[in-house]
């Protein structure tokens, strides 16, 4: 993941994550049989003129399959699963979108791993936030999510979690390792990949040229929301959005 060119100063993911590319199939084919004449009927007069020459049966002509959209087309992110519910203020088509983020509760761990073990040890510490819920009760409001807080060479640090509709009373944490805390707030821009996790640098790359082409500043932050379960990291029904902080 290029993060520092999107100024996060996350310079570690550029070398571990590779290739993305969205395929788009368009299928379908009309086809009509050409209708026949019926036999004329046969004459009994002798003197009957032949019958007449009938025209040509009109051909029915496929309609053409729509144009497939470039293969490496950034999507445009939908409107469901948004981390504190934020709502959509400007769609900018295929290559992002403008949201507020609003503040929520977040049960969490905070966690560190290696550049090509980062999506498993985001899988295990979502695992072990989930255990703790359960034994307190709690439910997730959303899809998990994992904050990127810094990052260097080897690896990064995160906080990945789920979101919850309210804090549990009296409690900053549900165990030693699962802290209570708040969802990132604010401005963002929210961008889709889908595809395994070891392509996920090319979105990156797309989220990079987006910013420096519109000169949008970045907040050294950003969020990955994992929009289904996928344990797999080289599954490529995998959808994550990318949520982008601003200044």
Known sequence: MPRKRIRLSFVGLLAALTAFGLPAVAWGEDSA???????????????????????????TQSAPAPAAP?????????????????????????TGETVEMAARPFA???????????YGAILGSLG???????KAGLKPSGRPLAVFVE????????????????????????SDAVKIGQTPSGKAMRFQHIGSYADID???????AYLDEKGIDAQDS?????????KDPDDPALEVNIYVLLK
């Open 151 to 174: 990052s260097d060479d080897t690896g990064f640090r995160y906080h990945a979690g789920f979101p919850l509709e309210a804090a549990p009373p009296d409690k900053a944490s549900l």
């Open 70 to 94: 470039a293969a490496n087309a950034l999507p445009s992110a939908p409107e469901a699963a948004k981390p504190g519910e934020p709502a959509p203020q400007q769609s900018e088509g295929s």
């Open 33 to 59: 049989p050409t209708a026949q004449s019926p036999p004329a009927p046969a004459s009994q007069a002798p003197t009957a003129p032949a019958s007449p020459v009938q025209p040509p049966a009109a051909q």
């Open 222 to 230: 950003f969020i990955e929301e994992y929009v289904n379960d996928v």
């Open 108 to 118: 969490y761990i905070e966690g560190k791993a290696d550049r090509d073990e980062i």
């Open 128 to 134: 072990l936030v989930k255990r703790e819920m359960d």
């Open 202 to 208: 090319a979105t990156y790359d797309a989220v990079t």
